[in-house]
């Protein structure tokens, strides 16, 4: 099939490889002038595992364009831009999407599917459908679920695909098989419905994951406050079936370019639909999210007292490891709050230090953890990456005269490092 990705990004960047590698023909639009040249030279604009290896064999189907008029070759049209929070307010801005439609109106021919990816308010597919229609086109709504750092994987084999449709439009269900035949042959659940209710699928989903979060940072508090032990805790719970162990790290919190965001543009949705009350909850997971990133930094200050003149080495700045993404990272704000208090902050990661420098120019960086810890006074671990896991707390105590050490992630073998000298303390450990 012919198709566009409009929006390449996290998430357009992997549809349109994922989908020239299935055997389509794909041009990649960006309004990015130096994405589309990355992209089009056969380069990541960003550390996504396996991206490289589809864009620098392209099996010359793909392509990318800063020109919307190149969607005109193509029937399948998927919509993958932005919708981050607005500035100053917690509503999702829909005007990336709202451009992009724009955009693709005059190039549309009757009988196109135009297929919305991006993570929308619920009503946002009703409100385009009748745009779309008057150019004899229609529109699916096709949310998306992949993981950042997985995102390959999870789009040739996703959990689920979810089509919502305009009543009896069965011809659009046909053209997504078609599209993605290769991924339902695999028996991947497929669901059809109607336009609203693809959308909150994915609301949905982003809020049930963030709760369950926030749910185990709740028992991290208490477990603060009475000794117990969270990840104990989790393991104990997760074991029941109906809860499941995934999604029961606790820690400094979830963050990213979608989850926070979800959630708060969740709840002003259902405000506007006069439904604040249904998603009150969520203002709660919120909060509990953002006081972990705190409770780090407290921890910090528990230790070393005053800030001011404290070197301290924060390994890890990307929301989670297997990405070098910093929007609304916890190991990135949890490096400019120790800064704000006075402390010499130096982070390493073995992927974001590029993103990071651009948002905090205040923090030093180091390439490597012992370049980062040398003259530090405390460690802290803010993403669990496998190399940081890895670390042999000995040879870490060779390279530093550090000897207190903060496992934001809960991802460290606590006995390991308190044998080796290291005052250990994890988010909700005793
Ligand atoms: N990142 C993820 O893991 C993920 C997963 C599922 C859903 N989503 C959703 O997908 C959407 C995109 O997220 P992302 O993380 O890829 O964002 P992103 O900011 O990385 O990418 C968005 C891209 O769209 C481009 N763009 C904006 N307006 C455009 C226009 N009019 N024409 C052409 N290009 C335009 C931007 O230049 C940018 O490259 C969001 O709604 C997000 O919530 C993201
Ligand atoms: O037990 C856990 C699991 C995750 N996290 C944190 O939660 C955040 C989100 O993690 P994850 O969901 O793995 O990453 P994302 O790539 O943001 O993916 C989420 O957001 C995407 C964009 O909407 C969706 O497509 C995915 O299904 C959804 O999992 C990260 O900061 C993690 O560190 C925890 O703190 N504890």
């Given at each position: 099939m012919r198709i566009s990705v409009i929006g390449c990004g996290y998430l357009g960047a992997v549809h349109a490889a994922c989908m020239a590698d299935a055997g389509h023909e794909v041009v990649g639009i960006d309004r990015d002038e130096e994405k589309v040249r990355m992209l089009s030279a056969g380069r990541a604009p960003f550390f996504e595992p396996g991206l490289p290896e589809l864009l620098a064999h392209p099996p010359g189907r793909l392509r990318f364009s800063t020109d919307i008029a190149d969607a005109a070759s193509a029937s399948v049209h998927f919509i993958t831009v932005g919708t981050p929070q607005v500035a100053g307010g917690t509503a999702a801005d829909v005007s990336f999407v709202d451009a992009a439609v724009d955009g693709l109106l005059p190039h549309l021919s009757a009988g196109d599917v135009v297929v919305g990816k991006s993570t929308v308010p619920v009503g946002t597919a009703g409100r385009l459908a009748a745009r779309i229609e008057s150019a004899g086109a229609r529109l699916v709504w096709n949310p998306e679920f992949l993981r950042e750092g997985r995102a390959v994987s999870d789009t040739v084999a996703p959990d689920r695909v979810v089509y919502g449709v305009a009543e009896g439009d069965e011809t659009s269900v046909g053209v997504l098989d078609a599209v993605y035949a290769r991924s339902l042959e695999r028996g991947i659940p497929r669901i059809v419905t109607d336009h609203a209710t693809a959308e909150l699928v994915k609301i949905a989903a982003n809020s049930f994951l963030a709760t369950k979060i926030s749910f185990i940072n709740a028992m991290a508090e208490i477990a603060e406050a009475t000794g117990a032990d969270v990840t104990t805790l989790a393991d104990a719970i997760g074991h029941d079936a109906r809860i499941g162990?995934?999604?029961l790290n606790a820690g400094i919190g979830f963050g990213g370019g979608c989850m926070p965001k979800d959630i708060r543009a969740f709840q002003a949705r259902a405000a506007e639909l006069g439904l604040a009350s249904s998603l009150a909850f969520l203002d709660e997971v919120d909060q509990i999210n953002l006081r972990r990133r705190q409770r780090a930094v407290d921890l910090v200050r528990e230790e070393?007292?005053?800030?001011?003149r404290r070197r301290i080495a924060v390994l890890g700045l990307a929301f989670k490891p297997d990405s070098d993404d910093v929007r609304d990272s916890p190991a990135l704000e949890i490096a400019c709050r120790l800064r704000a208090l006075g402390a010499t902050v130096t982070a390493t990661d073995p992927e974001a230090i590029t993103t990071a420098r651009r948002s905090a120019p205040e923090i030093e960086y180091a390439v490597g953890v012992r370049a980062a810890v040398h003259g530090a006074d405390a460690i802290v671990v803010a993403t669990e990456w496998p190399q940081f896991r890895a670390l042999v707390p000995a040879e870490v105590a060779r390279w530093t005269a550090a000897r207190v050490i903060i496992d934001g992630r809960n991802c460290l073998d606590a006995e390991a490092w308190r044998a080796a000298g290291f005052r250990y303390r994890g988010l909700g450990r005793s």
């Open positions: 162990r995934r999604f070393l007292g005053p800030l001011e």
